[in-house]
């Protein structure tokens, strides 16, 4: 069965620092991967999705991130962090067969310190 | 831009009331899916619809129904609300694997 694994619960960044955010994802043949943010209170945005093609996808509000099979993972990364980033991120991989359902990990809450 | 809508941001309910949740899409889109979101757990899905009166469970299906008489319209049902359905549930709506995503509503059974 699919699954994602996001081994960061819980992650302190200073504003301006660099991040990075762990995804690991376990599927049996191309998967189609997704990151999606959720601030307080609201729904989930969709980042970024990575279908085919170029391992590098970049995504809305600055974000990028890097397929890389090998490794079975899918990092998300922004060069430098905002205030207004804090939020929950979830990686998602779906879910395979013919319907089209998605596989979310736990997800990764992001602090952003002043 | 797609639009996903639900009736209520928050909700009280009683144990053992019936409860309704609904969802509106604006996108045509012919796939429907409802989850509850519980801290630590993520998102687990409950239900979802790939047309119109067409249902499929999903990995937590007990103590919910759900009912879809119109293409843009989910509605997720709590037969008999109980303590432990108290969670964040989201509504979402897809042509495809992207799936886009109401604001949730927060309920609360007391």
């Known amino acids: 069965a699919q699954s994602v694994t996001q081994p960061d619960i819980h992650i302190t960044v200073s504003e301006g620092a660099s991040l990075e955010l762990r995804c690991n994802y376990s599927?049996?043949?191309?998967?189609?991967l997704f990151w999606y943010v959720q601030s307080p209170g609201q729904g989930l945005q969709l980042l970024l999705k990575?279908?085919?093609?170029?391992?590098l996808v970049q995504g809305i509000k600055g974000f990028e991130a890097e397929f890389k099979r090998s490794q079975s993972s899918f990092n998300l990364r922004k060069p430098s962090v905002h205030w207004s980033d804090a939020a929950e991120y979830f990686c998602?991989?779906?879910?395979?067969?013919?319907?089209?359902?998605?596989?979310f990990g736990k997800g990764t809450l992001l602090t952003v310190n002043p | 831009d797609v639009k996903v809508t639900q009736s209520s941001r928050y909700l009280v309910k009683r144990t053992g009331e019936k409860v309704f949740l609904e969802c509106v899409q604006d996108?045509?889109?012919?796939?429907m899916f409802w989850y509850r979101q519980d801290p630590g757990l993520g998102l687990r899905l409950i239900y979802f619809?790939?047309?119109?009166?067409?249902?499929e469970k999903g990995d937590i299906p007990e103590g919910y129904s759900v009912s879809r008489e119109k293409k843009e319209r989910f509605s997720l049902i709590l037969e008999s609300a109980s303590t432990n359905q108290t969670s964040m549930y989201l509504c979402?709506?897809?042509?495809?694997?992207?799936?886009?995503f109401g604001p949730g509503t927060r309920l609360t059974v007391t």
């Open positions: 979402a709506s897809s042509t495809y694997y992207e799936q886009y």
């Open positions: 599927y049996g043949a191309t998967p189609y």
């Open positions: 990575y279908f085919s093609g170029d391992t």
């Open positions: 998602a991989v779906n879910s395979g067969g013919s319907n089209y359902k998605l596989t």
């Open positions: 996108m045509d889109h012919e796939n």
């Open positions: 619809s790939y047309d119109v009166k067409m249902k």
